[in-house]
């Protein structure tokens, strides 16, 4: 059950096709230079065609676009999210500055390169390309890595990586073209399992991360279990869920089940089940 697929053969191709997608227009120039922009802006600064897009299949958090270039030379304001660039076709020398530094190299298919958010970057390149772009929002790297850590996250910083290379990283990205080129079924929960695969593998071997507060000994603080028994206490007429309680702490609801756990020896669904009980036995 998929939509039409420009990667497809005739033979798998069925006589009652539907229309092809409409691929995404490029905005308006904006007259002025941006303090960030978002990925849908990009072609502004670096022209190019579009060959495929998840615009239209309300992905969350994570997005794609395949690009054709030709060899320019650009300047990038600081984009909202983070990009993988994965060449596709074509071989080319690569210039880029980024952080006040120039790197030089050969990109060639089966190489990546990375940009964190909200970073300046200058790029030079003289041959035609094909690339895939794949963009992950930075709340999704901020929760995931709080989860991992179990701490709140400042800001998380990839690698000045220009011409990687990372089998995993590859199939992840070649799934997440393919999906948007051939959606199917569920696409949208499969895309984000392939970006919580790719955000967590990112953060094991390209990110550095900066946390706001210091290392947890794995238990919540008094401060923490009485802000969070205030929360629960206001909203035990309603519906209490564990993501609304760790977003009270500023974790991810794993990591508060853990904590919680730790500190107390009963699971989230347990602890406002014993709140409950003592609010049932206060009005009695």
Request: charged fraction near 25%.
């Amino acid at each position: 059950m998929r939509a039409w697929c420009p990667f497809a053969t005739l033979s798998t191709r069925s006589t009652m096709l539907p229309a092809p997608r409409r691929l995404p227009s490029i905005p308006p120039h904006p007259g002025v230079r941006p303090s960030v922009i978002t990925h849908e802006e990009l072609p502004i600064w670096v022209p190019g065609d579009i060959l495929c897009a998840s615009d239209d299949l309300n992905w969350k958090g994570v997005a794609q676009r395949t690009y054709r270039y030709r060899g320019q030379d650009v300047e990038i304001p600081p984009m909202v999210c983070f990009m993988i660039v994965r060449y596709e076709a074509g071989q080319t020398p690569m210039d880029r500055q980024f952080d006040g530094r120039w790197t030089r190299t050969v990109c060639a298919p089966g190489n990546f390169s990375l940009l964190s958010s909200v970073a300046d970057s200058h790029w030079h390149w003289n041959e035609n390309i094909d690339v895939s772009h794949v963009y992950l929002d930075d709340s999704l790297l901020s929760r995931v890595a709080g989860e991992l850590e179990g701490r709140v996250v400042d800001q998380v910083e990839l690698h000045d990586g220009l011409a990687g290379s990372d089998p995993v990283v590859a199939w992840l990205t070649d799934q997440l073209k393919h999906e948007a080129a051939c959606p199917g079924v569920g696409g949208a929960l499969y895309a984000e399992a392939l970006s919580l695969q790719l955000t967590v593998h990112l953060l094991r071997n390209y990110a550095v991360c900066r946390f706001r507060d210091p290392v947890r000994d794995g238990r919540l603080g008094a401060a923490d279990m009485a802000r969070l028994r205030d929360y629960i206490e206001a909203h035990l007429s309603g519906s209490l869920s564990l993501e609304d309680m760790a977003r009270v702490l500023g974790i991810g609801p794993w990591t508060l089940n853990r904590q919680l756990r730790a500190t107390t020896g009963e699971s989230a669904y347990r602890f406002v089940v014993q709140c409950r009980i003592e609010r049932a036995r206060d009005l009695v």
